[in-house]
């Protein structure tokens, strides 16, 4: 009650102000490109007195949108440019409270790179109160990394060791391709991919911490969306990438796009070549729960050999035949190889430090992944602005392999040698269907409404076999042989309303959703059923202050769904004494995110704080529990309830064409009540991360980046994870007139990134600790081609990345 209380008197403060507001113009418009008619992300716009001296400045958003808030009565010149067009001034009389310039289209200038001169570029991060847009191509690291490794300098997001990501401290955070979901990004091998996903097919990165309903309500956190390269530039152009790594590493892209007026085609491939070395050491002591005492112990250490191989391709083309309508389909392959080879050494002693079982258990691994989707869409622009229906159908289907092929050599007790193999497969189908209908009623109101169809259908194979002795053949495990299959359909309904009142705005929406889940165990022949009907209501609030600065109150209700080897409850063997198993009443978690931000902007530095919280019912959590005295359990369970707050810092600043700066600080409250799983101490932690990354134009043609990413201890409810820190540096020297490159980074150059946990209950005490070879070095050369669009009289021209 507090807190709504508190909400109720914000509400109410805010709309004292927006009342009692002076009454000035906002000045509005879009941008396009005169030849093809689409809008124009990041161009710039300028508010002049009539002498030329500048009162305000924005850009544009991902719809060529502008705004120009509380601007005093009077004339001014509204100047609208982009690198590689011609500048467009327009005369404005800012008399009432609103004036609508339209649709504003600029001319691109012609010529080749050859003779491309850049002396300046988009900012790498755009920052807002609610969601922040990271420029991939002006990240150096991404000529040669991985999208893990672009991930990291991401404010708000933490990348792990394994590649796990998480989002203001929480690893439930929903990743999009495109704006889609994809089966490639799927639990189980999320963290995987991302970090053999090419960072060089990226455009940027989208952090929506506090998504408006026409987003799906997944994630804990928000939303993570991965958006591709597709050029828009006219004529024809490309762009091939080569590095080479330390430890045999290697990997290239190549993309291209050309665009000879209505039609446009585009396509880009990438190979990466990895190699990866891993070691890990895991200590524990078992305690006797009535005594107390120590009654055994168990160190296990590893290495782990593995060398990916990965394909990525894209290719696609859009049509727009008139200015009303357009339509086009795009299609992505990603193929993964690779082969795992790990030797881990396990020691079991009894309290007096005897050894009872000592054994080196060795694995092969043969791995495969095959993701492909492909999507079309059709679009229609009814008459007036920004009036829209689009549909859009993605098909897709992943399908994965793992062979573990195991030996144990058993040094105690006496010298034999045992074998066990298990087959892995995954398969994972999904089809969705949306229809997006925006209209912008008015100057001051915009409506949106729509139909998501989201279906899901996987196939979880597990297969393990044990050599038997006495026949010398494999023999079927029928004990840890299962098969599951489970089938999701989420049917969803959204309407959005936009209004602005002089400086006060508001949007409120409101999802409603449809689950249907089937799983079916088909080794034991049981059903799992789970449909349920749900609404997520969402709320922003803004008020406009001097300039561009703003504040802003969000609130969205999210949903993290149990996915289908969470509910598996058949058992899968890891090795002989760690067993994992799905929850088959895994409930839900129910989320409710509220967020308070303020943006101060100025011409050359922004500062965006933000102070958001969270209340999680049915929270996830993963409980380790013994089943025998050497055999753990690890589940999924739901906590009684889960809270977390925080504040959020981003301090982004230019100083003139020489130093780019974003550091990003996050301090992160959070206390579990575990009381229903036995835990009945509240536990609560203060942690912190950031991130600090800058850009050095040492010359017009040498850039240097510093990138550096710091985690503070977290809390778990039965333990801890301990900090981490990486620094990353990496340099560019452009060549022959910018059209070539030399790139040169370096990752972890203080090796020291590693992953250290600990558990700490009534039977077991346990520390492990993981590392990478982390410290990479990459060489490479990017080399640009084609006929682009540039200036003929002015420096600023054409940004070749």
């Not at 922040?132 to 690291?141: F, G």
């Not at 078992?286 to 050999?305: K, N």
């Not at 159908?393 to 144990?408: A, D, G, R």
């Not at 994992?580 to 931000?597: K, Q, T, Y």
Request: net charge positive; glycine share 6%; aromatic share 10%.
């Amino acid at each position: 009650m507090t807190l709504r209380k508190h909400f109720t008197l914000l509400l109410f403060f805010l709309a004292a102000i927006a009342v009692h507001a002076q009454s000035q113009t906002n000045i509005s418009g879009i941008i396009t490109d005169k030849n093809s008619r689409q809008p124009i992300e990041f161009a710039s716009i300028e508010l002049l007195h009539k002498d030329s001296t500048l009162v305000k400045r924005t850009v544009t958003d991902a719809k060529g949108k502008f705004t120009i808030d509380q601007v005093t009565a009077g004339h001014y010149l509204v100047r609208c440019s982009f690198v590689g067009y011609e500048n467009n001034i327009i005369t404005v009389n800012a008399g009432k409270s609103t004036v609508n310039l339209g649709t504003i289209m600029i001319i691109p200038a012609s010529g080749t790179l050859n003779n491309v001169t850049v002396s300046a570029g988009r900012a790498i991060l755009n920052s807002s109160i609610d969601r922040k847009s990271y420029d991939v191509t002006r990240d150096i690291m991404a000529q040669s990394g991985t999208a893990s490794d672009i991930l990291k300098n991401v404010p708000s997001v933490e990348v792990d060791l394994e590649g796990n990501v998480s989002l203001r401290g929480s690893g439930d955070v929903m990743i999009l391709i495109n704006g889609r979901p994809s089966p490639l990004l799927g639990k189980l091998n999320k963290a995987e991919v991302l970090q053999q996903f090419p960072a060089s097919s990226i455009e940027k990165i989208e952090v929506i911490t506090n998504p408006s309903a026409r987003y799906r309500p997944d994630g804990t956190s928000g939303i993570i969306n991965i958006v591709l390269k597709k050029n828009v530039k006219g004529g024809w152009n490309g762009t091939i990438i080569a590095n080479a790594g330390n430890r045999d590493r290697y990997n290239a892209s190549a993309s291209f796009n050309y665009k000879p007026g209505k039609l446009n085609i585009f396509g880009n491939y990438g190979i990466r070549q990895d190699s990866r070395r891993r070691t890990n050491s895991i200590s524990r002591e078992y305690d006797d729960t009535i005594s107390h005492a120590v009654s055994g112990y168990y160190d296990e250490t590893g290495v782990s050999l593995t060398r990916p191989l990965t394909h990525l391709a894209t290719i696609g083309f859009t049509y727009a035949p008139d200015k009303k309508n357009s339509f086009g389909i795009s299609a992505n392959y990603q193929n993964r190889d690779q082969v795992k080879n790990d030797i881990n050494t396990k020691i079991f002693s009894a309290a007096s430090h005897t050894y009872t079982s000592y054994f080196d258990r060795l694995r092969y691994d043969p791995e495969s992944e095959k993701e492909k989707d492909a999507t079309a869409f059709l679009e229609h622009q009814f008459p007036g602005e920004d009036h829209v229906l689009r549909a859009e159908l993605t098909v897709s289907s992943s399908k994965e392999l793992e062979q573990n092929f195991y030996t144990n050599q058993y040094k105690v007790p006496a010298n034999y040698s045992t074998k066990d193999n298990t087959r892995i497969y995954q398969g994972d189908d999904q089809q969705q269907l949306t229809i997006d209908y925006t209209n912008t009623l008015s100057e001051s109101s915009k409506l949106e409404a729509g139909y998501s169809g989201f279906f899901n259908q996987q196939d979880f194979n597990f297969f393990n076999e044990y050599y038997d002795q006495a026949s010398n053949k494999f023999v079927t495990d029928k004990v840890k042989t299962n098969r599951f299959l489970f089938r999701q359909t989420i049917h969803a309904l959204y309407g959005t309303y936009q209004k602005n009142y002089k400086r006060f705005g508001y949007s409120v929406g409101l999802r409603i959703e449809q689950s249907l889940i089937n799983g079916y165990q088909v080794t034991s022949d049981t059903t799992i059923r789970n449909n349920y009907l749900k609404l997520y209501p969402t709320l922003h609030l803004a008020y406009m202050l001097k300039g561009q600065d703003q504040l802003q109150l969000n609130y969205s209700r999210r949903v993290h769904r149990p996915e289908g080897d969470d509910l598996n409850p058949f058992p899968e063997y890891q090795d002989p004494y760690n067993v994992r198993a799905g929850n088959a009443a895994l409930l839900p978690e129910i989320i409710h995110s509220v967020e308070f931000g303020y943006k101060w902007q100025h011409k050359s530095y922004s500062f965006v704080p933000s102070l958001y919280y969270r209340y999680k019912q049915n929270g996830f959590t993963q409980v380790t529990v013994p089943l025998n005295d050497s055999v753990l359990l690890t589940t999924q369970q739901n906590l009684a309830n889960d809270e977390s707050a925080g504040l959020e810092l981003i301090f982004s600043a230019k100083t003139g064409n020489f130093i780019s700066s974003n550091l990003n600080v996050n301090f992160f409250y959070n206390r579990i009540n575990a009381a229903n799983l036995g835990y009945f101490d509240r536990r609560t932690i203060l942690s912190f991360s950031t991130n600090f990354n800058t850009t050095l134009t040492i010359s017009p043609a040498t850039m240097v980046q510093i990138s550096a990413n710091y985690r503070s201890a977290r809390l778990t409810p039965q333990g801890k994870n301990y900090p981490s820190f990486v620094l990353n540096t990496g340099i560019r020297q452009d060549l022959f007139n910018k059209k070539m490159s030399l790139i040169v980074t370096v990752s972890d150059i203080l090796r020291s990134l590693q992953q250290k946990s600990e558990l700490n209950t009534s039977y077991l005490k346990q520390v492990s600790v993981n590392r990478r070879d982390g410290q990479i070095l990459y060489v490479g050369i990017s080399y640009r081609f084609g006929k682009l669009i540039k200036k003929a009289d002015d420096k600023l021209q054409f940004d070749t990345n």
